[in-house]
């Protein structure tokens, strides 16, 4: 079944959260990765054998492609994000909802229970 216009129009309302949030969390977990490198990087300058030195730098590689994995999603978003952040861009997602609201009265109306009342009274 084909979906109603404001089922469309809440897709995309969510669209636009999912995007902030994906944005916002990767972007997060970006700069918590960049403070654990200097942790690694100074466990690695202060471990005397090879084997910590190599479990170190496990945990450094492994930080890295976690970085790299959230920077890319953080960039995946970037544009959404930063656009619906924007005045204008709330400014769009504001009237969307507007938008989304007269859409349900409508759907609910055409929807609903409907009957004509005559406008003249019989007897003419």
């Excluded at 995309?12 to 200097?38: H, N, P, T, W």
């Excluded at 890319?72 to 507007?98: P, V």
């Excluded at 009265?105 to 003249?120: I, P, V």
């Amino acid at each position: 079944m084909e979906k109603k216009p404001s089922e469309q129009l809440e897709d995309f309302l969510e669209f636009a959260k999912v995007c902030q949030e994906m944005y916002q969390i990767s972007f997060s977990y970006v700069g918590d990765e960049d403070k654990r490198l200097q942790d690694l990087l100074h466990a690695l300058e202060f471990t005397d054998n090879k084997y910590d030195l190599h479990n170190e730098a496990l945990k450094l590689w492994n930080s890295r492609r976690v970085r790299r994995e959230h920077k890319d999603t953080a960039k995946m978003y970037e544009t959404f994000a930063q656009y619906f952040q924007s005045q204008s861009g709330q400014k769009f997602l504001n009237e969307l909802r507007q938008l989304l609201g007269k859409q349900r009265k409508a759907e609910q109306y055409l929807e609903g229970h409907r009957e004509y009342r005559k406008r003249f009274p019989d007897g003419r």
